[in-house]
């Protein structure tokens, strides 16, 4: 796949590069890998998910460790059971193996829990990355900016292409004017990054064509989300009525045993 992906990359390149051979033709690069071990909020924002999949890791291995134990119990009390009973847990162990198998897919699965926060996590650097390329494309004059770490399989590039650090100076700029107290700072901040009315336009829709893009994923994963626990609760019904109705048969067949033995014990 990402043969392909280069390899229509380049005739793309190409055909674009013989279309403007009459103009100057810049590319740069960035690597996001670069930048995000180098912001502080997305370090610490990663270590806390960090730790609920910490969590998430033994609530699994929990699971498993129960199974087990109900499998090894069903093995030593074989002897003692009728085949009804056998059968009966040999059910409740397949239910909650298929219960811990969801539980591990809702977590860890491709749309599982840790996917999407991981997606959430990176998302709003990708949307400062977004904006810092679009400002430094614009103020160098690059034709095109590639991430190097993405599947387009770019394989060579000079070094004096890299733009990363410079994004990371825009991205802590911003952080750095959310920061400002005085109205000195400001007013000089204002003056160092002034802009047109059109560059204020141009990031006011781009901004907003972000804001829409982000509310429409966030829409999508919460219509995910009721669906997988719309799911989890009829799945959970069913087994509360399968096992109502084992439960149910028992008492009848215990029942029965007693009376037929009430009735032996008044004949003798």
Not at 82 to 109: C, D, S
Not at 147 to 153: L, N
Not at 154 to 177: E, G, K, T
Not at 202 to 230: G, P, T, V, Y
Request: aromatic share 6%; hydrophobic share 30%.
């Amino acid at each position: 796949m990402k043969s392909k992906t280069f390899f229509l990359a380049v005739l793309f390149l190409a055909g674009t590069v013989s279309s403007l051979a009459q103009k100057s033709f810049r590319i740069g690069y960035v690597d996001m890998e670069y930048i995000l071990e180098n912001v502080p909020e997305y370090q610490e924002a990663s270590s806390q998910l960090d730790a609920r999949v910490k969590e998430w890791r033994k609530e699994a291995e929990k699971n498993r460790e129960e199974i087990a134990g109900l499998k090894q119990d069903l093995e030593n009390e074989k002897a003692l059971l009728t085949k009804e009973l056998i059968a009966e847990k040999e059910e409740e162990i397949a239910y909650r193996q298929e219960q811990a198998t969801e539980y591990e897919q809702n977590r860890f699965g491709p749309n599982g829990d840790y996917m999407l926060q991981k997606k959430q996590l990176v998302r709003p650097i990708q949307d400062q990355v977004f904006t810092a390329v679009q400002e430094i494309a614009n103020n160098r004059n690059f034709d095109m900016i590639f991430d190097r770490t993405a599947e387009s399989g770019m394989i060579y590039a000079d070094q004096a292409l890299d733009v990363s650090d410079q994004v990371l100076r825009s991205i802590n700029r911003a952080s750095n004017r959310r920061q400002l107290n005085s109205k000195d700072e400001i007013e000089e901040m204002e003056r160092d990054e002034a802009r047109t009315v059109e560059e204020d336009e141009a990031i006011s829709e781009r901004e907003q064509a972000i804001e829409e893009k982000k509310n429409e994923r966030e829409q999508l994963i919460e219509e995910r989300r009721r669906q997988r626990d719309s799911i989890k609760e009829a799945r959970q019904r069913e087994f509360e009525e399968r096992r109502n109705r084992i439960l149910e048969e028992r008492q009848r067949r215990r029942d029965s045993i007693a009376t037929i033995r009430q009735e032996r014990d008044t004949i003798n």
